[in-house]
């Protein structure tokens, strides 16, 4: 069985870090590009950033850019999301999303972690 | 960035109702067009993807139909598990964005 659990949020002051971590297991973590998604509660979603299944190459959306950084550890089937400066409007739930591929090339996030929540106040 | 537009944002409907909900692209996303349920407290759940493409569990009571920019979802028979949100997500380019969510309730 595919299990995402993710683990690290919790309450932090403006402009404080975080680290979120995600632990895989059920699957051939090192195949896949794997995600971070951000919902404020009873929002929608935001997808955040993704990284290759090997790790050389990391994508972010421009809200994240330059102060959030993807990373993973295949040896140790773990993702991380290092979040600095953060901002109140970074507070939401961040959720560690597996993206698959089908018929070569249409992807989607076909497994989702429970989600950590985030909360960003003075 | 790529803009999702989905509607209505919510309705209500009756079991054994067909539903049907809309996403438009801002842009020509042919068919990498993928939609997700969503129940409360929990995470999203993948539906349909490449546009029509059933996810293996699914019920068949699920379609979806559409390409470019106009995108559709349809339930046949609206069940009692299927009240929850609905959001469409477009996989063509990074950033992948979503829609804003169909919420649909109990009428």
């Known amino acids: 069985e595919v299990q995402l659990v993710e683990s690290g949020g919790g309450p932090v002051k403006p402009g404080g870090s975080l680290r979120l971590s995600c632990a895989a297991s059920?699957?051939?973590?090192?195949?896949?590009?794997m995600n971070w998604v951000r919902q404020v509660p009873g929002m929608g979603l935001e997808w955040v950033s993704s990284i290759s299944s090997g790790g050389d190459s990391m994508k972010y959306a421009d809200s994240t850019k330059g102060r959030f950084t993807i990373s993973r550890d295949n040896t140790k089937n773990s993702l991380y999301l290092q979040m600095n400066s953060l901002r109140a409007e970074d507070t939401a739930i961040y959720y560690c999303?597996?993206?698959?591929?089908?018929?070569?090339?249409?992807?989607?996030?076909?497994?989702w972690g429970q989600g950590t929540l985030v909360t960003v106040s003075s | 960035d790529i803009q999702m537009a989905q509607s209505p944002s919510s309705l209500s409907a009756s079991v054994g109702d067909r539903v049907t909900i809309t996403c438009r692209a801002s842009q020509n996303i042919g068919r990498y067009l993928n939609w997700y349920q969503q129940k409360p407290g929990k995470a999203p759940n993948p539906l349909i993807f490449a546009a029509s493409s059933l996810q293996n569990a699914d019920p068949s009571r699920f379609s979806g139909s559409g390409s470019g920019t106009d995108f559709t979802l349809t339930i046949s028979s609206l069940q009692p598990e299927d009240f929850a949100t609905y959001f469409c997500?477009?996989?063509?380019?990074?950033?992948?964005?979503f829609g804003q969510g169909t919420k649909v309730e109990i009428k």
């Open positions: 997500q477009q996989s063509y380019i990074t950033p992948y964005t």
């Open positions: 999303v597996r993206l698959i591929s089908e018929y070569g090339n249409y992807s989607y996030f076909d497994q």
């Open positions: 059920g699957f051939t973590f090192r195949s896949y590009i």
